[in-house]
C-alpha cells in the first residue's frame, strides 16, 4: 500500500520551460512534506519542504504547492535547467511525534538542452 | 564535514552469506536512518535511531535484517542470510534535531546477492 505516490516514472521538459512534478498522498494526517533530488550514483539531497500549514514554499528556482484537500502537492521549477535532470523524490511525515517519512517512487526528469 | 560516509559501495555476495553494511554519520547529529532502494517500492525506511536508540524498526522487512548504532558515530546493518530479493541499494542518513529538519544521505551501498 503506497501511501506516498508519484504516478509519472518520467518527465521530459525542453530547457528553459517550467518543469512540474507531481505527488499524491493518502494520509490526511502527513503534516510535513519534503523533496529531494538524486543523481545516478548519489544519495538524495534535500531541495525543499512544506508544512501543512502553508499552501506554497519557494525557493529561487524551486516552488512547492501543496493543496490538502486534494492531498496533492506539485514542485515546479522554472526555468529547467539541463543540471536539474535528476530523480525526484516527495516525502511525507506523520505528526505525533514521529519521524517517519514515507518516500514515493520517484519522478525521473531529463532537461533538454 | 565529509558528510554521511557509507561502505563498501558496492557488494556482491552469494546467496545465504552474511552482509554487513557500514555507516558513519556526520559528526552532532543525533538522527539516523537506514532507507532501502528498490524500482517497486522506491525508498523505503528500515529503521531510524536516535542518540543511539532504535526508536521503530517496523521497516525491517523480517528477522534476517538487524542493525545496531553502538555509538554516535558508527552504525551497521546486517543480513543474515543473505537472499536474491535484497538486491537493492542501501542508503544510510542522519539528521540533526526534530522532526521537520532535512536528513542528509549517504552515496549508497549497492548489494546484489546471486
Known amino acids: 500500500d503506497q501511501q506516498v505516490k508519484q504516478n509519472s516514472p518520467s518527465l521530459s521538459v525542453q530547457e528553459g520551460r517550467i518543469s512540474i512534478l507531481n505527488c499524491d498522498y493518502t494520509n490526511s494526517m502527513f503534516d510535513y512534506f519534503l523533496w529531494y533530488k538524486k543523481y545516478p550514483a548519489e544519495g538524495p539531497t534535500f531541495l525543499i519542504s512544506i508544512s501543512s500549514i502553508k499552501d506554497k514554499n519557494e525557493d529561487g528556482r524551486f516552488t512547492v504547492f501543496l493543496n490538502k484537500s486534494a492531498k496533492h502537492l506539485s514542485l515546479h521549477i522554472v526555468p529547467s535547467q539541463p543540471g536539474d535532470s535528476a530523480v525526484y523524490f516527495c516525502?511525507?511525515?506523520?505528526?505525533?511525534?514521529?519521524?517517519?517519512?514515507?518516500f514515493g517512487t520517484g519522478t525521473r526528469l531529463k532537461v533538454l538542452a | 564535514d565529509a558528510g554521511v560516509i557509507q561502505s563498501p559501495r558496492h557488494e556482491v555476495t552469494e546467496m545465504g552469506q552474511e552482509v554487513t553494511l557500514r555507516c558513519k554519520p556526520i559528526?552532532?547529529?543525533?538522527?539516523l536512518f537506514w532507507y532501502r532502494q528498490t524500482m517497486m517500492r522506491g525508498l523505503e525506511l528500515l529503521i531510524y535511531f536516535n542518540n543511539n536508540v532504535p526508536i521503530d524498526d517496523s521497516g525491517m522487512p523480517e528477522d534476517r535484517f538487524s542493525a545496531k548504532m553502538p555509538n554516535a558515530s558508527f552504525s551497521t546493518l546486517k543480513i543474515q542470510p543473505s537472499e536474491p530479493r535484497d538486491s537493492a541499494v542501501y542508503f544510510c542518513?542522519?539528521?540533526?534535531?526534530?522532526?521537520?529538519?532535512?536528513?542528509?544521505f549517504g552515496q549508497g551501498t549497492r548489494l546484489t546477492v546471486v
Open positions: 542518513a542522519s539528521s540533526f534535531g526534530g522532526r521537520n529538519t532535512e536528513a542528509f
Open positions: 516525502a511525507a511525515n506523520l505528526g505525533s511525534g514521529t519521524y517517519k517519512y514515507i
Open positions: 559528526s552532532g547529529h543525533d538522527y
